[in-house]
């Protein structure tokens, strides 16, 4: 399963407060992803990460920032959570095997904004 | 932008049939696709990766192809079981690093 773990696994908040998830490895991968999903669209890529303080933006990535200051952690922050922005979030690596990149999963956190 | 999409949304078939899910995408500048299956609550986990030169990978009784040149990829199944129950998704790499994923398809295998 790659070692990735997802903190906290659920979580509720209140609309306007700030939310920070955590996404742990433990393989040394250089490449970590933050995905939200919702139902009727799938896995959508919030930002992701090349290495440590190398970050990039996904197709959603309005509202949510993030951080890796070492290489086992990728945090997502809300800045002020909205009630859009409840979603199940997961956490990916990709492994290069063979010369190709591969996608490995956390168990996700379900977070629920009131 | 890639866009993936999984027909059908739903599938419901009963124990011991072969089946077939698909996946098709817009664009076929990818490097590779990469099928998965997700269970309730769970996270997901990677089945078959099939790299954008090959035309098929087989795992056990899946067996996955892809037709880049006509932007699809299909999962075979077969001698289907409950245990497969579960919703199976397909996502493609595309330039950069990014991967794009289709909204799935949920299985049910009917005892």
């Known amino acids: 399963d790659a070692g990735i773990t997802q903190s906290p696994r659920h979580k509720v908040t209140e609309t306007g407060t700030p939310v920070t998830l955590r996404c742990h490895q433990t393989e040394n991968h250089r490449y970590m992803y933050w995905y939200r999903q919702d139902p009727g669209h799938g896995l959508r890529l919030i930002h992701y990460s090349y290495g440590v303080k190398d970050t990039d933006k996904g197709e959603v990535s309005d509202g949510y920032s993030v951080s890796r200051s070492k290489t086992e952690d990728f945090l997502l922050t809300l800045e002020s959570a909205t009630s859009s922005q409840t979603s199940v979030y997961f956490c990916?690596?990709?492994?290069?095997?063979?010369?190709?990149?591969?996608?490995?999963f956390g168990p996700g956190t379900r977070l629920l904004v009131l | 932008k890639q866009e993936v999409t999984q027909i059908p949304a739903a599938l419901s078939v009963p124990e011991g049939e072969n089946l077939v899910l698909n996946c098709s995408f817009t664009?076929?500048?990818?490097?590779?696709l990469q099928w998965f299956r997700q269970d309730p609550g769970k996270g997901l986990t990677s089945l078959l990766l099939?790299?954008?030169?090959?035309r098929e990978q087989t795992s056990g009784r899946l067996n996955a192809s892809l037709d880049k040149s006509s932007g699809r990829s299909t999962l075979y199944i077969a001698a289907s079981q409950p245990g497969d129950s579960a919703t199976y998704l397909c996502a493609v790499r595309s330039t950069g690093n990014q991967f794009y994923f289709g909204t799935g398809t949920s299985l049910t295998v009917i005892p």
């Open positions: 664009d076929s500048a990818i490097y590779n």
């Open positions: 990916a690596i990709s492994e290069n095997s063979g010369g190709y990149e591969t996608q490995y």
């Open positions: 099939i790299q954008s030169s090959q």
